[in-house]
């Protein structure tokens, strides 16, 4: 069974960065450039939704609209470790942030239901 843990989440100013990390457990011998992996966010009260995601199966790689140009997904398939840059963070970047992964390649890497895997959430806030 695969375990995502993220770190990297806390508070920073408008303007600034974080990079969140999101470390993979239990992944099966294909290896983790055999699976999608991906971020999404959640306001409070509200869905969760796509922030980005990495499909090394088809080389693919997406971004929502709102963070493109900010935010940079990456991964270290020797560490199954996968990242994301975020810089010149907004307030409206203010999310519970989840790594999600699934085997294999999402048909929509934007709809929640294509993984199977969820880590358990990182806080970002970004304040003055």
């Known amino acids: 069974q695969v375990h995502l843990v993220e770190s990297g989440g806390g508070l920073v100013q408008p303007g600034g960065s974080l990079r969140l990390s999101c470390l993979a457990s239990?992944?099966?011998?294909?290896?983790?450039?055999?699976?999608?992996v991906g971020w999404f966010r959640q306001y409070p009260g509200e869905g969760r939704q796509a922030v980005s995601c990495?499909?090394?199966?088809?080389?693919?790689?997406y971004y929502a609209d709102s963070v493109k140009g900010r935010f940079t997904i990456s991964s270290d398939n020797a560490k199954n470790t996968t990242y994301l840059q975020m810089n010149s963070l907004e307030p409206e970047d203010t999310a519970v942030y989840y790594c999600?992964?699934?085997?294999?390649?999402?048909?929509?890497?934007?709809?929640?239901?294509?993984?199977?895997?969820w880590g358990q959430g990182t806080q970002v806030t970004v304040s003055s």
């Open positions: 999600v992964a699934t085997l294999g390649q999402p048909s929509r890497w934007y709809d929640e239901r294509a993984y199977d895997y």
């Open positions: 239990g992944i099966t011998a294909s290896g983790f450039e055999h699976y999608a």
């Open positions: 990495e499909s090394p199966m088809d080389d693919k790689i």
